[in-house]
């Protein structure tokens, strides 16, 4: 049973131009959710997170967006550069019943074009 | 200020032997969260360390168990390793309440041939 879903397996976006990651869960007790990015032959590098208190969380180029009543999160990339090419997971937890375990996404693999 | 380290980085074992994976957490971290990435995969939770115990445990069989040492590091061990354990197997440290982000390793890639 994939609690965690993304199911675009890739995208490609112009250089400059916005990309848009999706990610829907099924499980209505996670209350905090992260995106990570992970280059090849590395782990994956935290981006960002928003708790279920929220519904948008914005560092830099990168905007989380959480929308709890469709069990929906996407990730904003705003411009995209070549450098953002990478797979990007999606994760989930329920912090507040004491659960520690990250469930991840499938991933979406990203490429932007110069 | 360094991250989560792990060795080694890359390891081949055949079926039947046993493996000990290392890794240290990013400093003023106390908690060693241990995944398991398949090819194609996202990370499936294997198990996490606080103050020396297992903390939570995912749906692994016992034939994988770790253990934390008093400077926080940990060692992940695999037991009578079967070739679906190869998979790349990640460590990633954290402070100890619930939502406090994880920060992960580069990872040990096992084959097991």
């Known amino acids: 049973d994939q609690q965690v879903k993304q199911n675009s397996p890739s995208l490609s976006v112009q250089e400059g131009r916005i990309s848009i990651l999706n990610c829907d869960y099924t499980?209505?007790?996670?209350?905090?959710f992260l995106w990570y990015k992970k280059y090849p032959a590395e782990g994956p590098t935290f981006l960002i997170s928003?708790?279920?208190?929220?519904d948008k969380n914005e560092d830099g180029r990168f905007t989380v967006f959480l929308n709890k009543s469709a069990k929906h999160l996407s990730l904003h990339i705003v411009p995209s550069q070549p450098g953002d090419s990478a797979v990007y997971f999606c994760?989930?937890?329920?912090?507040?019943?004491?659960?520690?375990?990250?469930?991840f996404g499938t991933g979406t693999r990203l490429k932007v074009l110069a | 200020d360094a991250g989560v380290t792990q060795s080694p980085t890359h390891l081949i074992k055949t079926r039947g032997q046993q493996v000990t994976l290392r890794c240290s957490p990013k400093s003023g971290h106390d908690t060693v969260s241990w995944y398991q990435q398949a090819l194609g995969q996202g990370p499936q939770f294997i198990f996490q360390?606080?103050?020396?115990?297992?903390?939570q445990r995912g749906n692994f069989p016992d034939r994988f168990s770790g253990h934390q040492f008093p400077n926080y590091s940990s060692e992940l061990n695999v037991n009578a390793l079967l070739l679906g354990d190869s998979a790349l197997y990640l460590c990633a440290s954290s402070l100890a309440s619930p939502q406090e982000t994880q920060y992960f390793g580069p990872g040990t890639r096992l084959l097991v041939l």
């Open positions: 994760a989930a937890s329920e912090g507040t019943s004491g659960t520690y375990k990250y469930i």
């Open positions: 928003i708790s279920s208190i929220k």
């Open positions: 360390y606080y103050e020396e115990e297992e903390r």
């Open positions: 499980n209505s007790m996670f209350d905090y």
